[in-house]
């Protein structure tokens, strides 16, 4: 009879098992998909965005030679300022001609040229965004398939336990709040929460630090218009002599390339994390 109860149990944890790795694979099906969108737009936007500023170019050069004298003189005393301090850019008053030109072509070419750097940028944000979700994800499957992972992280009163009909619905209910709680922290904090639920810990990695960096860069990108902060320089150790920090095309490729490494990483521990216990447990006499 104890023999059947410990196969039966040990048949559990295999099935348990099995369905947390197909989960972890669905969702890394899903990441993989949101990583090849964003490829996909930082290679059509950027090609779309130079077309439309050539048809804006030859727009502006036509109208400008439509103007008086004293009208070039106005126009090009604007698009000097705007070349040398588009940031400190105030506009004086102007003809109505001028006036004209500046909303129906110098605008719209000033944003074209911003806006490869924009989409790289909220590529960045997407992607932090995504890996986020996704380590969320796997997590909640992983405590829901074992749920003993969270005894003693939360006390709820009798009053609270009774609410819920169900053992199961308090379980997912239990997670969530946990999971609410983890996911508002920083990066560092999270891979801390990872380590004390499942045991994984990634700190340690050669690349963290690059790993890491790109979440504090997020956040003055979001935050401080991409202004280096004492935040940012303290948990980067950033000596660097750059002020304002953006996204180019080579720092957003090896942003996918690491957080799609990490991304990896973390399910794959914590696959064989659990499939480790379902064997250590199929030995057990």
């Not at 000033?110 to 750097?117: A, D, E, I, L």
Request: hydrophobic fraction near 40%; glycine fraction near 2%; proline fraction near 3%.
């Amino acid at each position: 009879m104890e023999e059947t109860v410990a196969l039966s149990a040990n048949s559990h944890g295999n099935d348990e098992s099995t369905k947390l790795s197909n989960a972890i694979k669905d969702f890394e099906s899903l990441f993989e998909g949101e990583l090849a969108l964003i490829r996909e737009i930082n290679e059509v936007l950027p090609e779309s965005v130079k077309v439309h500023g050539k048809r804006l170019t030859r727009s502006l050069k036509e109208s400008y030679e439509r103007l008086l004298p004293r009208e070039k003189t106005e126009w090009d005393n604007f698009a000097n300022a705007l070349t040398h301090a588009p940031e400190d850019l105030t506009l004086p008053s102007m003809s109505e001609a001028v006036n004209k030109l500046i909303l129906e072509n110098a605008l719209p070419m000033v944003f074209s040229s911003r806006m490869p750097k924009f989409i790289r940028e909220m590529s960045l944000i997407y992607l932090l965004i995504r890996f986020e979700d996704f380590l969320e994800d796997i997590a909640r499957a992983a405590m829901l398939s074992d749920p003993r992972c969270l005894m003693s992280e939360k006390n709820l009163t009798y009053k609270e336990i009774l609410s819920f009909k169900t053992l199961d619905s308090l379980v997912v209910s239990l997670v969530d709040r946990v999971l609410d709680d983890v996911m508002r922290e920083d990066v560092e904090d999270v891979n801390k929460e990872m380590r004390h639920f499942f045991d994984i810990d990634l700190s340690n990695n050669t690349d963290w630090s690059e790993f890491k960096e790109r979440f504090y860069r997020r956040n003055i990108i979001v935050h401080n218009k991409g202004e280096v902060n004492a935040d940012y320089t303290r948990r980067c150790n950033y000596t660097g002599s750059e002020k304002i920090l953006t996204v180019d095309e080579d720092y957003l490729d090896a942003s996918i390339k690491l957080i799609r490494k990490y991304a990896n990483e973390y399910a794959e521990k914590l696959r064989r994390k659990y499939e480790n216990q379902v064997a250590t447990a199929t030995r057990l006499p």
